[in-house]
């Protein structure tokens, strides 16, 4: 393994603990953040009101708030693969997915790659995971894991650990309140003379968006702003936007989504959908019960004016529902953040804990007609992420662009140990310590490559480099061997990525340059086409 602890003349002057003017023989001992990251799945930055999307101020999430106050909020924090499983791959390994392997949602990684948390064990972390792990290998490099099953339950979760003999034990009670017990159960047992590194996965909030019984009503009278583009007829781009399958007008589905038990419309094919019936069975009588009577009671009215409806107001009753139930799933997140929060302050750990507030990639609330992720767009590639980090003023904005290959470089950064040579991200520390400011020597591009896809929502294959100003994507042909085609966006000019430029003379050098780059970063990268 490439591990090295730095010597003191690297570290910047925050890491050191001991004054080389000590004049003693001992080598200088790096002091050793806390690192606390908790990711969230799906979670789209439009619902932090920090981040003062209008969806957002209609659902605040004061407590996520509280830590922006704290710490740095990235604007500009993209993934470099957006999905779950290449998303937490890029998290453990700080390598693009084909570097660790792990292109798609439902391969394996290389498991002979080296786990971040393998070397925070090496130097000297105690190191946990909680919640959701979704990778198709078992956990390496913690001293105590309690996951879930495969994408996690929302309900009386099965929860395996090193002691349930490779099995997932159900345990009562909600995902995301269990998530946050186990997170403090393990800041409570820890040996508090060793820095720790705890991942705090939420399965919230993915896909079906089940609430807590507490909040099934959260917002039940709020009319939700429907994005400007959500009736997007995607003529101004490629075949990839229209052959997509994850529009809320006809891919949502009435029951397994949207919950409107006892429609048995046309639109209900999949009604006797088995994931989603499992989801119910898996309550306690009491939960289900009080499930039943919430859903029943909102469900009526529409259970009794749906055939008399016009398409768009059902799809309008759609996206309510969608982000209603996902806003309360989120609020259940936020009274996570607040107990983490609460826990920390009260126990002096503030100052020496980096705090991170992450998603595994962003997600669509409606923008363009859409659910889910995957693409390159913005609301799917960006990611919210927020960074409290010991003595910082805090309640700053950073407009530098990150991703999440940083955030491997960053930990290891955390913990005084060299980053290995066959990561490219960079650490965030500087940028941190700076108060969000771009380093002089930072990044101009990214690099992002979707692989999925012959995977649901039938997103294409593509890849592409973005500045924060200009945008290239490359939208591969399926069988490999034709050409396929390519979109250009000006960001400043059109944010919400409805006209692909590439064929707009005014961008002639601009796509080229966008172009070129696209080349050198797949040949530096040693990325394959197929
Ligand atoms: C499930 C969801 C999809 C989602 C993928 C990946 N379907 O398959 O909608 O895109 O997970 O999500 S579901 O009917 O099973 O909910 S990811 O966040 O894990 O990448
Ligand atoms: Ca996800």
Redesign the pocket.
Known sequence: MNTKLLSGSLLPAVLLTTSLSSCTKQPVVPKQMNIIHIMT??HAFQAISAYGHPLSQLAPTPNIDRLAQRGVLFRNAYVENS???P?RACLLTGLYSHQNGQTM?DNVLDTSVTFVPELLQEAGYQTGMIGKW?MLCEPRGFDEYKIFRN?GEYYNPGIKTADTNGEYVPEEGYATDLVTKHAIDFLEKRDPNKPFCLYVHHKAP???WMPDIKYLDLYEDIDFPVPSTFYDDYNHRGCAAKQQR?SIDKDMSMI?DLKLYGYDGSECKENL?P?GEDMLQRMTKEQREAWDAAYAKKNAWMLANIDKMSHEEIVRWKFQRYVKDYLRVIKSVDDSVGEILDYLEKNNLMDNTIIVYTS??GFYMGEHGW????FMYEESFRTPLIISYPGMKGGVESTTLVQNIDFAPTYLAAAGIEKPANMSGLSLIPVLQNNGQRPADWREYLYYHFYDHT???NVMRHDGVFNLRYKYIHFYDETGKEPGYDEFFDLQEDPSEMYNAINDVRYKEKVEELRKQLDKMRTDLKVEEF
Do not use: C, G, P, V
């Open positions: 799945d799906d999905l779950s499983t998303s949602l979704h994408q993915h896909r079906n994850m397994f959908d994931y595994d990639q659910f889910d992720k995957r995977a649901e929502h």
